[in-house]
């Protein structure tokens, strides 16, 4: 089977992607969209399913719409997993489902299948998962090294409209009580230099290193002693919980019914239920070097049945169930992965957009005319989102 995945963030082309690749299957990803794009990768990869997954620079509006309009003309299967669930079903992914209007569509929320259900879309649950590629042991690294670490945006603005969400009480219970008590925690992600009213406290500036790249996330994991997991929800688990355990990380995390449903207490990870145990949890793990070392490398074992083959499998045999694909699905030894971008660098004279850039910038650096880049990259108008790769000529 051939499935086009409409993406380009690096959060979500090396996970699902690669998992249909290790069930057999030729995967092709997209990179940025246009209008022209779409129909052009369809026409020349001729998918069997095409895949959109999150909220990324692939998900404006007019995005959506073009991804109707093209994948409704050429009557292939459409699904959308809706990863923002539950905290923002209503604000996205109720609105894109409405645009785009998906064959199927997966959440990793269940209790949310209710609720696209009454809306007119088909829906399953599906957690996330993590693959080996992406996140896996390494040896640490210096630059990273550290006592306590944390990997996640901040979302200072959301937890300020959402005090009663989850996601605030879950960085309350696993990161106020250390900075009261003065315990460095190291912070990697945006905008933490935002969050002393939330906290209670400011975290000090040379304890927060910003944004790091999702490449980059495993050898965190790989170099902190401790690493802290946020929870958005106590019925479901974040995309971090399963790839800092298949990193070999050892995790403390908040104590909710999802975390308990999967893994075990002080086995696979340590789980806090209030400030006070978080503190007490840090200080006896952090003197414990081999109580931590057996637990982090016991994690991964709990994870046996969560790689993204697993999940990959899963839509297959979901769709079939529901007559959207056929039941004659047939998977090769070694499936293969081609990114469209790179099939284009072989035609063409290429260029992406930096921030700043104009068209017209652009035209004139090469030496052709606005008109002939608009025509080349079927543009309906100036406007052109940073990171769009260009067409500038052909070869």
């Known amino acids: ?74 009557k292939i299967p459409l699904v959308y997993w809706a990863t923002e669930d539950p905290l923002h079903t209503k604000k996205f992914s109720i609105p894109l489902i409405k645009r785009m209007k998906p064959d199927f569509v997966f959440t990793v929320t269940p209790s949310i299948c209710k609720l696209y259900n009454k809306q007119g879309f088909k829906s399953a649950h599906l957690d996330f998962a993590y693959h080996k590629s992406v996140h896996h042991r390494v040896k640490p690294f210096k630059k990273y090294r550290c006592d306590i670490a944390v990997v996640a945006n901040a979302y200072p603005d959301f937890l300020l409209k959402n005090p009663d969400s989850f996601r605030l009480s879950s960085i309350q219970t696993l990161i106020s009580p250390l900075l009261e008590n003065n315990i460095r925690v190291d912070f990697w992600g945006d905008d933490w230099d935002s969050m002393g009213d939330l906290l209670g406290k400011n975290i000090p500036n040379n304890w ?109 045999e979901v769709l079939i169930d529901h007559g959207i694909l056929s039941n004659n699905i047939k998977s090769i030894k070694g499936g293969k992965i081609v990114h469209f971008p790179e099939l284009l660098k072989q035609k063409y004279e290429l260029y992406v957009v930096k921030k700043g850039d104009t068209l017209f910038q652009i035209s004139q650096k090469y030496g052709v005319s606005l008109e002939h880049i608009m025509e080349l990259n079927q543009l309906d108008s100036h406007i052109i989102d940073v990171g769009l790769m260009l067409k500038i000529k052909a070869k």
């Open 1 to 74: 089977m051939r499935i086009l995945f409409l993406e380009s963030h690096p959060m979500w082309i090396f996970g699902l992607p690669n998992g249909f690749i290790d069930a057999g299957h030729n995967v092709m990803i997209s990179g940025s969209l246009t209008k022209g794009n779409i129909l052009e990768m369809i026409e020349q990869f001729k998918p069997d399913l095409i895949i959109s997954m999150g909220w990324t620079a692939e998900h404006s509006k007019n995005k959506q719409i073009w991804i109707h309009d093209v994948v409704k003309q050429k």
């Open 208 to 316: 927060i290193h910003g944004y790091l790249d999702y490449s980059e996330a495993h050898k965190v994991y790989s170099s902190a002693k401790i690493v802290l997991g946020i929870q958005n929800c106590k019925d479901q688990l974040t995309q971090r919980t399963y790839e800092i355990l298949g990193s070999e990380g050892f995790l403390i995390t908040s104590d909710t019914p999802a975390v308990r449903s999967k893994f075990k207490h002080k086995h696979d990870l340590v789980l806090s239920s209030s400030p006070e145990r978080t503190v007490k949890l840090i200080k006896y793990y952090l003197k414990n070097n081999k109580k931590r070392e057996q637990i982090r490398t016991q994690a991964k074992q709990s994870l046996i049945n969560d790689t993204y083959r697993h999940r990959a499998e899963k839509i297959i």
